[in-house]
């Protein structure tokens, strides 16, 4: 299934020309309907600004979007096309009361995001020909990182950006539609990408000031402490996190879901100068990414204090970072499936490996080790065995590890 994504900016003055793709030529007033016709989209998705509100009778979001939608429609003669309005800034009109444009971002990605996951398209393409200023930026960022958080759970994604040479009034064209970017993306791509803004400390008062005041039953340590899990293979930790995960996740969509466009619950004044109400930083768009792919990643695996090795190993295989984490993991593994004397009573490993009565590091990581070892560091593991299968856990030892990863 094929899906294209056009952020537009006012589509009064778009005269139709020639456009060019692929050597063939279209007569059209929009780049996005030759692209969607000469590679067959399935679904075409155009966002457009809510600074395009100009009628004094219209002020709110409802009626403002199907103002503009109607609008889009008419002056584009669009047929099955589906007009999406997003907050967009312009000029000292349809402002952020923090003068930056955060908003315009955080609604694309979500909604793409919702968009898809719904429709589960396999191929994924942009057309930045017809957004102004900071548009086709901002949107092509967003719709990528929805795209690297929808990714997660399936193979790959092809992924496909679309640019027209510039209009020029009085020349009818043609004009060349080129594609300026393409790539199949992976997992192990979209899961790196994700991460990549919390494998840093130096952003975490970005987290912990700009996101996490008023979201509860979240908090930077516990961000921290899993991505950098994640990043390392450490899936028992990340298993054993599942209940705080899923009530971060629940805190951070109620505050994001406002963004919804089926739901839009951004307040904004246009009786004077026009000025949304609430901003949203961008870092929430990021959050609310990483426990969603967590999420997902987690999602089928039993809530259990028993986590199975045999489930670390398969998400070992399927969300390590790297091919040298996958095999560090399952050597692991294997290196604990010929032990002999594992109970039915969790034990630590070290009393296992080295049949000691009582080490006196028990519960004292040592951090090379614990990131050497995929988390099976002998100082913290439990193991024992039920219903046939090796069952691990970090017990009384958890906040030791955490204390390592955060």
Not at 11 to 29: A, L, M, Q, T
Not at 116 to 138: A, C, F, S, V
Request: glycine share 4%; with cysteine.
């Amino acid at each position: 299934m094929k899906i294209l994504f056009a952020p537009i900016g006012d589509p009064k003055n778009y005269d139709e020309v020639k456009y060019r793709i692929d050597g063939k030529d279209y007569p059209s007033n929009a780049s996005f309907k030759v692209i969607k016709e000469a590679l067959n989209m399935d679904e075409t998705i155009v966002y457009a600004g809510l600074s395009l509100c100009t009628n004094s009778n219209y002020n709110d979001y409802v009626s403002c979007s199907n103002y503009i939608s109607n609008l889009v429609k008419d002056k584009l003669q669009l047929n099955d096309e589906s007009v999406i309005v997003a907050p967009n800034i312009y000029g000292d009109k349809f402002t952020q009361p923090d003068g930056k444009n955060t908003l315009y971002f955080d609604f694309i990605y979500y909604n793409t995001l919702k968009i898809l996951e719904n429709e589960k398209p396999d191929e994924i393409y942009i057309d930045i020909t017809h957004g102004i200023n900071y548009m086709p930026l901002l949107a092509t960022d967003a719709i990528r990182l929805a795209t690297y958080t929808y990714l997660l759970g399936r193979n790959s994604i092809d992924l496909a950006i679309f640019n027209s040479e510039p209009v020029i009034k009085g020349y009818s064209g043609p004009y060349n539609i080129a594609n300026v970017y393409s790539e199949r993306l992976y997992v192990r791509q979209a899961l790196l990408s994700v991460l990549m803004p919390f494998l840093s400390n130096e952003n975490k008062n970005n987290i912990t000031n700009k996101v996490l005041k008023g979201i509860n039953n979240c908090n930077s340590d516990l961000i921290y402490s899993n991505a950098n899990a994640l990043f390392s293979g450490i899936f028992p930790f990340v298993l054993l996190s599942r209940r705080e995960i899923e009530q971060c996740i629940k805190s951070v969509e109620r505050k994001i879901k406002i963004l919804d466009y089926n739901n839009f619950g951004i307040e904004f004044n246009t009786s004077h100068k026009p000025v949304y109400k609430d901003t949203m930083p961008i870092e929430l768009s990021y959050l609310h990414s990483l426990l969603y792919i967590i999420e997902k990643i987690i999602g089928n695996m039993p809530d259990s204090s028993c986590v199975k090795i045999s489930d670390i190993k398969d998400l070992a295989k399927r969300f390590s970072t790297s091919e040298t984490i996958s095999k560090l993991v399952e050597s692991e593994i294997d290196s604990i499936e010929k032990l002999q004397n594992i109970s039915d009573k969790p034990q630590l490993l070290a009393v296992i490996k080295h049949s000691q009565s009582s080490p006196k590091s028990i519960c004292q990581a040592d951090k090379r080790n614990l990131l050497a070892h995929g988390g099976f560091e002998q100082n913290v593991v439990y193991l024992w065995r039920e219903n046939g299968e090796i069952c691990v856990n970090y017990c009384d030892c958890i906040e030791n590890v955490r204390n390592h990863l955060k």
